[in-house]
């Protein structure tokens, strides 16, 4: 069957990988992919946002399947439109997509289904918003309603920064995106991600992982879309995910379909496992990044045939494999992320990176330049390993990253932290 991935990050790299190693893959393209992902599938440099360049694509290539990576491509309707054009595709359509793309939809989602979260009131007015702020005192949350590149939300301290947080987006801080605010709850606890593939109507949990946001060693710095995870998370236990499963999962699945707005991807949960068991802390439509490259590295079983049963409706009795094994990625960024930063730094070593046993290196922004790998993102590889534990598979990524001669790159040395001194604690 001939595919085409939708993207250019760690993320679809590593879905492209997986995708690759099918054998009911005949021919794979990723429109517009980068210099790692050109090994994996034919790069085409389509603009995604162009949905009448991607089905023209289609059409002329006879594609049989599109596989969407990013969020903005979901919430602008991609799916929608190649599936009017007669084309199948992996992944929510916009209005399912909503889970994502308005933090008030999947608020008020959760409320009318009992789905445990964080308790919330949603504004358009930013004295209302304020009144209520003093009324439940700090630390409070307040976020954008729609995206803003992960950086709509303001986890609050203090009363004097939630009543800054307001102003900055009713100010215009996000454009449309803060127009609306919703303010909420501040939940205390261990976050993880949860992943499960949805046809619909039946959910398939997939793993878990945890991510580490902040740019530096010791969760300190700036909030970023993510330097690192590994799979699974230890706080994440069978009974926490089975949770997950019957207490979000399903219901939300129930609430969309009798919305008429089916779900059918895959659903990311964020989980803030608290006191009181799990609650969502929000919802994405989409595979994480950089949790997919592990949750790849993990899975056993060909990816295909699950995802072609999200579109397919198929997903009930489906099952699969993964590997008994940990995996962790470490991402390595240019210097001066999540601010500025330069393009077009050499990139030496990757080979020799590639050789550590248990490794595997998925790129984001990389591009070839004369026969060269240079940097061309913030986020611009992902060191990925699979290890016995989290112990072995942070030391292998780590040994990987060693070998990459990078002077412009940076990395966090501390990835897994919190799953090392657990199995420190262990043993
Ligand atoms: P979000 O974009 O909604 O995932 O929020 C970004 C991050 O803010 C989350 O990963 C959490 O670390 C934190 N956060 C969001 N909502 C809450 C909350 N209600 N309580 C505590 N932390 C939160
Ligand atoms: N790693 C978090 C995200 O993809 O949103």
Known sequence: MKILVLGSGGREHALAWKI???????????????????????????????????????????????????????????????????????????????????KNFTKALCRANNIPTAAYEHFTDAEQAKAYIRKQGAPIVVKADGLAAGKGVVVAMTEAEALAAVDMMFGGAFGASGAEVVVEEFMQGEEASFFALCDGEHALELATAQDHKRAFDGDEGPNTGGMGAYSPAPVMTEAMCAR??????????????????????????????????????????????????????????????????????????FNLRWFDDAALTVIMATK??????????????????????????????????????????????????????????????????????????????????????????KA
């Open 20 to 102: 690759a190693a099918s054998p009911l893959v005949e021919k794979l393209w990723c429109a517009p992919g980068n210099a790692g992902i050109a090994r994996d599938a034919e790069c085409v440099p389509i603009d995604i946002a162009d949905h009448a360049a991607v089905i023209d694509f289609c059409k002329r290539n006879a594609v049989d399947f599109v596989v969407v990576g990013p969020d903005a491509a979901i919430a602008a309707g991609v799916v929608d439109d190649l599936n009017a054009a007669g084309f199948k595709a992996f992944g929510p359509t916009r209005a399912a997509g909503r889970l994502e793309s308005s």
């Open 244 to 317: 997950v499963m019957d207490e979000m999962i399903r219901p939300t699945l129930r609430a969309l379909k009798a919305m008429g707005t089916p779900y059918k991807g895959v659903i990311f949960a964020g989980i803030m496992v608290t006191k009181d068991g799990p609650k969502l802390v929000e919802y994405n439509a989409r595979f994480g990044d950089p949790e997919c490259q592990v949750l790849m590295l993990r899975m056993m079983s060909d990816i295909v045939p699950a995802l072609l049963a999200c579109a397919d409706g198929q997903l009930k009795n």
């Open 336 to 425: 001066g992320y999540p601010g500025d930063y330069g393009r077009g730094s050499v990139i030496g070593g990757l080979d020799e990176a590639a050789k550590v046993e248990g490794v595997e290196i998925f790129h984001a922004g990389t591009a070839a330049k004369d026969g060269r790998i240079v940097a061309n993102g913030g986020r611009v590889l992902n060191v990925c390993a699979l290890g016995r534990n989290v112990t072995e598979a942070q030391a292998r990524a780590y040994q990987a990253v060693d070998r990459i001669n990078w002077p412009e790159g940076f990395c966090r040395r501390d990835i897994g932290w919190q799953a090392v001194a657990r199995e420190k604690a």
